[in-house]
């Protein structure tokens, strides 16, 4: 299989986190839960922190003029302590959410609906 | 190791590039049934240790009869016991996360393992943030809580393992906080850099190094006791108020995985005090340098070297375990709410003070108060990382240090504090250090 | 057949998992197996940081996000999974929809992500070399975090300052969260208040919900 004895580059991750991020995306298109909402927040981030490490890594690439360093690992960081922070209030809403209407579904939160 | 058994299987048996992860996977396999022999052999003794020394606290005896006077073979007939019981579940309970959390608890545990090192140079995998490492895989283990609780569809089962949860997450912080303290005065994650900081005689140890990391040794204790929910900070499994926590809905070898899990844990957070702020493999008296062995160079030796070493560090791992087998069986629980508190009021700001005190002393007193012979320091050169054959001309495309001159990190001025912040006569941390290619030529 | 190489092996498990394991999320309709499923997947993506050089970011990311953040989302889960019988299944015609815009959306970041020649992994050179000589991380991303670049040391201006200013930021950052979010989750303690402002029900209904009900 080639895929195991030749090495993997930088594209084959960027796949991988492409991949992520849509299933990231389609769980905050079609979650009614709220926490599930979440969920699909943070496979988006992490979906986006795959791709900064790949692109980070100097051993990934063949162009090296482009090469980022460690800019990249900074940036996923930042992410990482931004996606905590996010989710931390995030589930303040929803739990205060909860507690007003008796449900988690986000569906039912219709009261402003013209 | 792992290169050295795999090289010594693809020689015996011939095997073609090809063949060749096999004799990988066998090394990984042997790497990973030491560990687990060594933890699972402690882990049967540990639970022997439990009730004879419950049994003397109280004032009894203990297990006497099965396997002799001492009660020898009690952990082997409760193992046989457990595995006979019958396998329950719940009508109601999610049948495969019910059976999945016992292991996701196991596996966390363990995990941690496998970066602690028994002797210098005797870890399964030696990582350059195994500190880090070892806290971020412990720390998983409250998921297997989390998921045990509430895949047994059980009140007590639900609340157990929300407070452990909230038990284990919020002690993490100081945990942390102690943790950087040792890291701070080695100037480095590795464990095995650490412990061989701390060689030579008995006030090399981290804990005698100023008064501030005797402290933060002791803060680190009660995190690590509230950490692996062992008494007085073990309302989660508490018998008399939640039936048995989150284990409540588990029987029979199930619930002695939890219980592994338990004491592999316990092992864990033993052994990273051991190395962290008791010197790990290094014995009070130096005896292996004052009798000349380390200087030889031969691998008879040295193995001879690292087996004391090993011996020394398992009796300061007994010795933290019997410390909180003590405690456990001294203290009265506390409640959820003191335990909070306990963590929050006390421990987190004890912790930074402590940090912010050995900066201070690390920063007045470089070199340490004694300046001491460190044989260790020699040896650690003799322990060499596999490198592959590097071809100058690619290295500067290489890693984060780029080809330059030492020199030139003094320039700035915030380097300079940065340098000044080096304590003791151990290496500068890795930016300073010149790039391979200078130290090849 | 050649020698495996290693770090493509560990890629795939790692890649395998993971997008598996996120795709589990998205289909399954149990909240807590959610959860579940997210934590593998994120495990996984850790190894993943692992193998592209970034050690120190791995363990943080388990110990962060998976030790902490994904804690705080399962205990959100166990607080708000049980209430009254309730049918969260989206219909059909909203799947076909996300399914397609999904699908156009990776059709398109796949596309570019193949398409650089440069990415490839046969066109790295000296692969080996590289992958063991990759030095730890953690040293020059505390060192840039307080405003020393130390891999651009000697290069022009550009580039050259550290992230002194985003790690102060942050910190300022993580300070209002905490207030905030412990602001906002704050159980009401007047009862007449309550009552002369809103006929809801009782404050306790996370905790109340802690009963048996097995539902999404």
């Known amino acids: ?23 990231g995306v389609v769980c905050m298109a079609v979650k009614r839960n709220a926490v599930g909402i979440l969920m699909g927040i943070e496979l988006v981030l992490n979906g986006a922190n795959i791709n900064f490490v790949a692109f980070g890594a100097p051993f990934l690439r063949s162009d090296k003029q482009f090469a980022i360093g460690l800019d990249g690992q900074l940036i996923a960081i930042f992410v990482i302590v931004l996606a905590a922070a996010e989710a931390a209030v995030a589930l303040a809403i929803a739990l205060a959410y909860y507690n007003n209407h008796a449900t988690i579904d986000v569906d039912r939160a219709d009261e402003l609906k013209g | ?79 046989l016991k457990l595995l006979c019981k019958e396998d329950l579940i719940p009508a109601q309970a999610d049948r495969v996360l019910f059976r999945l959390a016992p292991y996701i608890s196991f596996c966390a545990s363990f995990s941690a393992m496998l970066a602690i090192p028994f002797a210098n ?75 061989n900081a701390q060689s030579g005689w ?49 029987s029979g070898f199930r ?7 338990e004491y592999t844990a316990m092992f864990g957070v033993s052994a990273l005090a051991a190395i962290l702020f008791l010197g790990g493999w290094n014995g009070p008296v130096p005896v292996a340098h004052l009798l000349g062995l380390t200087a030889i160079d031969n691998q008879a030796v040295v193995w001879l070297v690292n087996v004391l070493g090993c011996a020394n560090f398992l009796v300061k791992v007994f010795v933290g375990i019997i410390f909180m087998m003590w405690l456990r069986w001294t203290l009265p629980r506390l409640r959820i709410d003191q335990v909070m508190a ?43 990382r596999p490198t592959a054959e590097t071809d100058a001309d690619h290295m500067s495309d290489v890693g984060w240090v780029e080809r330059s001159e030492p020199h030139q990190f003094f320039d700035n001025g915030m380097v300079g504090l940065a340098a000044g912040l080096k304590t003791g006569p151990l290496d500068p941390p890795y930016c300073l250090q010149p790039s391979p290619i200078e130290k090849r030529s | 057949m050649e020698a495996i190489h290693w770090h493509s092996f560990f890629f795939l498990l790692f890649a395998l998992v993971a997008c598996v394991f996120a795709v589990a999320v998205v289909v399954s309709s149990n909240i807590v197996r959610m959860a579940f499923y997210l934590v593998i997947s994120l495990s996984a993506v850790a190894g993943l940081f692992f193998l592209a050089g970034a050690d120190f970011l791995g363990a943080m990311q388990l ?21 009254p019988f309730v049918n969260m299944q989206t219909s059909g015609g909203q799947w076909v929809m996300a399914v397609i815009v999904g699908g156009a959306l990776l059709a398109v970041l796949l596309q570019t992500v193949w398409g650089v020649d440069a990415w490839w992994g046969r066109k790295i050179e000296h692969v080996n070399s590289q992958l063991a000589e990759t030095p730890p991380t953690a040293t020059p991303l505390g060192m840039a975090l307080m405003g020393i670049r130390t891999d651009r040391v000697g290069s022009p201006a550009a580039g050259e300052c550290g992230y ?41 209904i996370a905790l109340q919900s802690l009963t048996l009900n097995r539902d999404n």
């Open chain 1, 1 to 23: 299989m080639d895929l195991l004895t030749q090495p993997v580059g930088l594209a084959h991750y960027l796949a991988v986190g492409t991949i992520l991020f849509v299933c």
């Open chain 2, 1 to 79: 190791m792992n290169s050295a058994i795999a090289d010594f299987l693809i020689k015996i048996a011939h095997l073609s590039a090809g063949q060749q992860w096999m004799a990988y996977t066998v090394a990984a396999l042997v790497q990973v049934t030491l560990v687990l022999t060594v933890v699972m052999i402690s882990v049967a003794v540990f639970i022997w240790m439990e009730r004879k020394i419950a049994g003397r606290i109280q004032d009894r005896l203990g297990p006497t009869r099965v396997g002799g006077r001492f009660g020898w073979l009690q952990s082997p007939a409760d193992g």
């Open chain 2, 121 to 195: 140079g005797w870890v399964a995998a030696r990582l350059d943030t195994a500190v880090f490492f070892v806290l971020a895989v412990t720390g998983l283990e409250v998921f297997g809580v989390i998921i045990g609780g509430y895949a047994s569809a059980s009140k007590w089962s639900l609340y157990g393992a929300m407070r452990e949860a909230a038990q284990v997450v919020s002690y993490e912080i100081p945990l942390g906080m102690c943790v950087v303290v040792p890291v701070l005065l080695a100037g480095t994650m590795d464990l095995v850099d650490i412990g």
């Open chain 2, 202 to 250: 008995c006030w090399n140890w981290y804990v005698f190094h100023d008064p501030f990391t005797f402290v933060t040794f002791w803060i680190y204790a009660t995190c690590a006791t509230a950490g692996v929910n062992r008494a007085p900070f073990d309302l989660p499994e508490a018998e008399s108020e939640l039936v048995a926590g989150f284990m409540t809905e588990y």
């Open chain 2, 255 to 261: 619930w002695s995985i939890f219980m592994m899990a």
């Open chain 2, 342 to 384: 306990m963590c929050l009021k006390y421990c987190v700001p004890l912790a930074s003070v402590m940090l912010v005190g050995v900066m201070l002393w690390a920063f007045t007193f470089p070199g340490g108060l004694l300046k001491s012979i460190r044989p260790g320091q020699a040896r650690a050169s003799q322990i060499q």
């Open chain 3, 63 to 83: 110990m962060v996000y998976v030790g902490g953040t994904l804690v705080l989302l399962v205990f959100g889960v166990m607080l708000t999974a049980r209430g």
């Open chain 3, 164 to 204: 002194l200013l985003v790690f102060e930021i942050i910190s300022v950052h993580l300070l209002v969260v905490l207030v905030g979010a412990a602001y906002l989750a704050r159980a009401k303690r007047n009862p007449r208040k309550v009552a002369a402002a809103e006929p809801s029900p009782p404050d306790s």
